[in-house]
């Protein structure tokens, strides 16, 4: 069974960056597709971006296309999500989760969801 646990968040101004971190135990992620979804205060949680086994492919959110960038370091077991150019509209809890569907954006195809990072983007 894989634990995942976010780090990272923080408050930030509009214009900065964060760097979340998903740490892995219990198992290796490298046979998994990777995602980091968002949950914005009185929303559902949407997809934002996902990454493949091997790391060489991605997919993301047009929300955040061109700022977001998910990458994976399997040796570490930890995935990460650089966000750059935050708006006031990225402030949410920041989760991340494994599945077995190849670069899915469906919140049910994933699994052993960590607890999430809150990540606050202030004018």
């Known amino acids: 069974q894989v634990q995942l646990v976010e780090s990272g968040g923080g408050l930030v101004q509009a214009g900065g960056s964060l760097r979340l971190s998903c740490a892995a135990s219990?198992?290796?992620?490298?046979?998994?597709?990777m995602g980091w979804f968002r949950q914005a205060p009185g929303k559902e949680r949407e997809f934002v971006v996902a990454i493949t086994w091997s790391g060489h492919t991605t997919r993301t959110a047009d929300s955040v296309k061109g700022r977001f960038t998910i990458s994976r370091d399997n040796a570490k077991n930890t995935v990460y999500l650089q966000m750059n150019s935050l708006i006031l509209e990225d402030t949410a809890v920041y989760y991340c989760?494994?599945?077995?569907?190849?670069?899915?954006?469906?919140?049910?195809?994933?699994?052993?969801w960590g607890q999430g990072t809150q990540v606050t983007v202030s004018s």
């Open positions: 989760a494994a599945t077995e569907i190849y670069l899915s954006d469906r919140q049910g195809e994933y699994h052993n």
């Open positions: 219990g198992r290796t992620i490298s046979s998994y597709c």
